[in-house]
């Protein structure tokens, strides 16, 4: 198959990328002379950029310089500025499309929306009027609103708010009474709304004065644990989501009660799994099961990399379990030079990624088509198995494989080089992405049909052979 030309991989790092060009700032115009130009166009730029799926670095760098000149604040431009950023929030919240007017993208403008605000509010937290205003405008809301769209938008906002803003101001007695009707009256019907509303207690609870007052009202505590499932069958759209309302509770109640992490990286003293278990793994925000299967990402980009080292002369593989149809990367990473934390796996020459939302193959911040039988499919969707392959059986010979639901993923690599061993299994997860993780714990569901050694299989015996030493 003909080589296709790859280009500059954009992953929204929340406007930052491994190899952007540096954006020009226009110093010396005028901010009187830049023509008239609001944050709801530039949410409309992004969506219609993302939805290009043959845009450039050069795109992208547009929608920078927008921004940049968007949040310069100075001078009589300032009362512009907060303006703007109202007006953006308020349009949120109010949106109602679905999906953009393109069948074959298929991509929910929410998601978009989403991924516009989280990009806004981590370059330019709202002041303090802008605040104030919206919490007026969302009390009204929540007071006259019947809509649910609007109150699950509502929550979406709030969540990503909190993560970078004082947020006592939004946690008022008669928020939480609000909150309390939500989760009591759209538990069965509208999990959607939940599954934020859950995301917004947590971002709240990072504020210790928040914390205490979400603690001290028992009988909110006491609807969110009574309502909570930890025995889900994945087998349905509707039980995956179930899936993530029990992981954000579980999430949830942990940082209320303080207690110990749950991450296993954070409990591994024993001299045994220090010598098998690498530390500093992930992203801080990343949250990750108990059990070290499970993660998620609600805040900008997050990037998982297994403590499992892979060091030997062998074939191994592992599975994932998309329980989000958004963009994540699946693959590995070289953990003798793996990159900064905050950048995706495949944004540097020692890692490398399959993304099938956009359906692509990433190495060296290059992307390359993905293709199964020749041609591009339809994106993965929620329940997909994406199996991970890497064959260094043979001396200075290097086999990367990817499949979805048991069919191999075609792409080709240009100048791809020796990575450096020990090997690690590694993710990264965008905005409100989860999957679960199988490193060979339990039976795989697309296991190869020729010999291969799992992540988990090479530890219980690289740990037994230490305790036997």
């Not at 703007?84 to 929306?113: H, P, R, Y």
């Not at 905050?342 to 944004?347: C, K, L, R, V, Y």
């Not at 193959?361 to 591009?376: K, Q, T």
Request: aromatic residues 10%.
């Amino acid at each position: 198959m003909k080589s296709a030309e790859p280009h500059l991989v954009i992953f929204l790092e929340d406007l930052t990328i491994l190899k952007e060009p540096e954006p020009v700032e226009p110093n010396d115009t005028p901010m009187t002379s830049i023509q008239p130009y609001t944050y709801s166009e530039w949410i409309l730029d992004v969506e219609r950029t993302i939805c290009n799926p043959n845009w450039t670095g050069n795109d992208f760098n547009s929608l920078k310089n927008k921004f940049w000149i968007l949040s310069k604040k100075s001078g009589d431009n300032l009362a512009l500025f907060n303006d703007s950023m109202l007006e953006m929030c308020i349009a949120f919240i109010e949106n109602t499309g679905t999906f953009v007017s393109d069948e074959k993208l298929n991509i929910s403008v929410e998601w978009i929306w989403s991924i516009g605000m989280g990009l806004t509010l981590s370059q330019a937290p709202l002041p303090i009027e802008v605040r104030i205003k919206l919490f007026e405008f969302i009390n009204v809301c929540l007071q006259n609103e019947t809509e649910n769209r609007k109150h699950r938008n509502i929550c979406v906002l709030l969540s990503l708010l909190c993560q970078v803003e004082n947020s006592e101001i939004f946690l008022t007695t008669e928020m939480i009474h609000h909150f309390k009707q939500m989760l009591e009256t759209n538990w069965v019907n509208n999990k959607s709304l939940i599954l934020y509303l859950l995301l917004t207690l947590e971002a709240l609870s990072q504020n210790d004065i928040n914390k205490k007052k979400i603690c001290d009202d028992s009988s909110l505590i006491s609807t969110i644990k009574s309502n909570n499932n930890p025995k889900i069958d994945l087998e349905t759209i509707e039980n995956m989501f179930d899936y993530q309302i029990s992981f954000c509770i579980d999430n949830l109640l942990t940082k209320l009660e303080n207690s110990e992490s749950s991450n296993i990286d954070n409990r591994l003293t024993d001299l045994i799994n220090e010598k098998i278990f690498t530390q500093s793994n992930r992203t801080p925000e990343l949250k990750v099961s108990a059990n070290n299967q499970s993660i998620r990402c609600d805040w900008k980009m997050q990037t998982y990399r297994s403590m499992y080292e892979l060091s030997e002369a062998n074939v191994y593989y592992y599975e994932v379990m998309i329980l989000t149809d958004g963009p994540i990367r699946i693959g590995w990473s070289s953990q003798c030079q793996s990159p900064s934390m905050s950048h995706p796996i495949g944004a540097d020459d020692h890692s490398l990624g399959y993304d099938g939302f956009w359906q692509w193959v990433c190495f060296n911040n290059l992307s390359y088509p993905a293709h199964i039988d020749g041609e591009r499919r339809t994106r993965w969707k929620a329940g997909d198995i994406v199996g991970c392959l890497l064959d260094v059986s043979q001396p200075k010979n290097q086999i990367f494989r990817f499949y979805l639901n048991g069919s191999e993923i075609e792409f080709q690599l240009e100048q791809m080089h020796y990575f450096e061993k020990p090997f690690t299994p590694a993710i990264t997860l965008k905005l409100n992405q989860q999957v679960i993780v199988n490193f060979g714990e339990s039976t795989f569901q697309h296991a190869p049909d020729f010999p291969f050694s799992s992540p988990h299989e090479i530890y219980c015996q690289t740990r037994k052979s230490l305790k036997n030493n």
